[in-house]
Nanobody, 121 residues
Framework: QVQLVESGGGLVQTGGTLRLSCVASGRGSSTYNMAWIRQAPGKDREFVTAISSDGGTTFVANSAKGRFTVSRANAKNTMFLEMKGLNPEDTAVYYC??????????????WGQGTQVTVSP
């Protein structure tokens, strides 16, 4: 079983920056591919970005390209999401996910509880 704990969410003004973190623990967690997925109010969950277990491959949704950067520090079992140029459309609960597949969708086996990101106009 893998546990994922997100942190770093909060309230930010349009154009601002936030850095999210996700700490993974449990058997095999360091070998899993990881992703950030978000869910805005009243909408379905939406893939944001993913990173392979070795950090060498990333997928990024079109909505995040040029603004969001995913990275991971395997020595600390931690994944990061640096978000710049935030706008109100980025307001959502951001979930960390992990699994054996590197997917540009929602196909992950383990999920965190989520961290709220709110961008004010």
């Amino acid at each position: 079983q893998v546990q994922l704990v997100e942190s770093g969410g909060g309230l930010v003004q349009t154009g601002g920056t936030l850095r999210l973190s996700c700490v993974a623990s449990g058997r095999g967690s360091s070998t899993y591919n990881m992703a950030w997925i978000r869910q805005a109010p009243g909408k379905d969950r939406e893939f944001v970005t993913a990173i392979s277990s070795d950090g060498g491959t990333t997928f990024v949704a079109n909505s995040a390209k040029g603004r969001f950067t995913v990275s991971r520090a395997n020595a600390k079992n931690t994944m990061f999401l640096e978000m710049k140029g935030l706008n109100p459309e980025d307001t959502a609960v951001y979930y960390c996910a992990a699994g054996p597949l590197l997917d540009s969708g929602l196909n992950y086996d383990y999920w965190g509880q989520g961290t709220q990101v709110t961008v004010s106009p």
